[in-house]
């Protein structure tokens, strides 16, 4: 059964720095490997995917790595804003069966 | 706007009562998903129908029933609500393609049982 980690559960960093989020994953045959933003009382946005064959992506001042064979991925986003202020969720989708398995997220906090 | 709609956002009832959410959308996607948030913020699949048919049934109870009238609609009904069915249910559609499957989330609906 797949078991999805994220640490730390919780982080609080002054605007400008650069955060780091981590995702490890229990079962290392995935197609991909998702992360998401959830705000208060919103859904969840796709920020990056990344296929089991790739090590990374990049999405402005955003990079996800993977790295398939460890379980483990993670995210990073640089020169942090206040407006980067959220929930960021990981998911991987198995490869057999059509769903996702999310983990239990890392709650964000940039001070201005 | 091209979206997931989910309807009601905000749903309070009591214990024993049936109640129903739906969800719309307008993506074109051939499959869409309920997924369940509890109080600790953990996000698990409940259902998952590709064109009309079911493909995921998570460990469920027999109170919750989804219903796909069509590919672009996937209603949940729960019959006989419980104190912890209380959570915020949300509804994602994806197109497959391959092995990338990019979900895009509804807003979510949050049911309290009271």
């Known amino acids: 059964k797949q078991e999805v980690t994220q640490i730390p559960a919780a982080l609080s960093v002054p605007e400008g720095e650069n955060l780091v989020l981590n995702c490890s994953f229990t079962?290392?045959?995935?197609?991909?490997l998702q992360w998401f933003r959830q705000d208060p009382g919103k859904g969840l946005t796709s920020l990056l995917l990344?296929?089991?064959?790739?090590r990374e992506q990049t999405s402005g001042r955003l990079n996800a790595s993977l790295d398939k064979s460890s379980g483990r991925s993670t995210l990073y986003i640089a020169a942090s804003q206040p407006g980067d202020s959220a929930t960021y969720l990981c998911?991987?989708?198995?490869?057999?069966?059509?769903?996702?398995?999310f983990g239990g997220g890392t709650r964000v906090l940039v001070k201005p | 706007d091209t979206a997931v709609s989910q309807t009601p956002k905000y749903l309070v009832t009591q214990m024993g009562n049936d109640k129903s959410i739906k969800c719309e959308q307008n993506?074109?996607?051939?499959?869409m998903y309920w997924y369940k948030q509890d109080s600790k913020k953990f996000l698990k699949i409940m259902f998952s129908?590709?064109?009309?048919?079911?493909?995921i049934n998570e460990t469920v109870p027999n109170r919750f029933s989804p219903k796909s009238p069509d590919k672009a609609h996937l209603n949940l009904h729960i019959n006989s609500l419980e104190l912890g069915d209380s959570a915020v249910y949300f509804c994602?559609?994806?197109?497959?393609?391959?092995?990338?499957?990019?979900?895009?989330f509804g807003a979510g609906s949050r049911l309290t049982v009271l």
């Open positions: 994602a559609s994806s197109r497959t393609q391959g092995r990338a499957n990019v979900l895009t």
């Open positions: 990344i296929q089991s064959s790739q």
């Open positions: 129908y590709n064109n009309k048919e079911l493909i």
């Open positions: 079962d290392s045959a995935i197609y991909n």
């Open positions: 993506l074109g996607h051939d499959t």
């Open positions: 998911a991987v989708h198995k490869a057999a069966g059509n769903k996702l398995t």
